[in-house]
Nanobody, 126 residues
Framework: QVQLEESGGGLVQAGGSLRLTCAAS????????MGWFRQAPGKERVYVAT????????YYTESVKGRFTISRDNAKNTVWLQMNRLKPEDTAVYYC???????????????????WGQGTQVTVSS
């Protein structure tokens, strides 16, 4: 099982940028798809972006395409989410997620989550 800890959230004005970091530990990180989900107040948790265990394949929800970039470094056991041109509707708690062992990034995007981080708050003011 992969243990996850997010950092990098905060308050930013619309149009600004933030980079979220997910520090992972556990023997299966380098073979796990990874992703970011978010949950706005009163709404369900939804997927934002996922990345394959090799880092060569990425998927994004439509609303963040062209603005957000997910990346990983298996040597550092770290996943990032670079968020540019932020909008107030991006306000949410962002969660790092690890896929189930050997599952794909597509499966992770559909909710097949093996483990969650504790979340980090991102607030975008208008």
């Amino acid at each position: 099982q992969v243990q996850l800890e997010e950092s990098g959230g905060g308050l930013v004005q619309a149009g600004g940028s933030l980079r979220l970091t997910c520090a992972a530990s556990g023997p299966t990180f380098s073979s796990s798809a990874m992703g970011w989900f978010r949950q706005a107040p009163g709404k369900e948790r939804v997927y934002v972006a996922t990345i394959s265990y090799t880092g060569t394949v990425t998927y994004y929800t439509e609303s963040v395409k062209g603005r957000f970039t997910i990346s990983r470094d298996n040597a550092k056991n770290t996943v990032w989410l670079q968020m540019n041109r932020l909008k107030p509707e991006d306000t949410a708690v962002y969660y790092c997620a690890a896929g189930r062992n050997a599952d794909t990034a597509v499966s992770l995007s559909r909710g097949a989550v093996g483990s969650w981080g504790q979340g980090t708050q991102v607030t975008v003011s208008s």
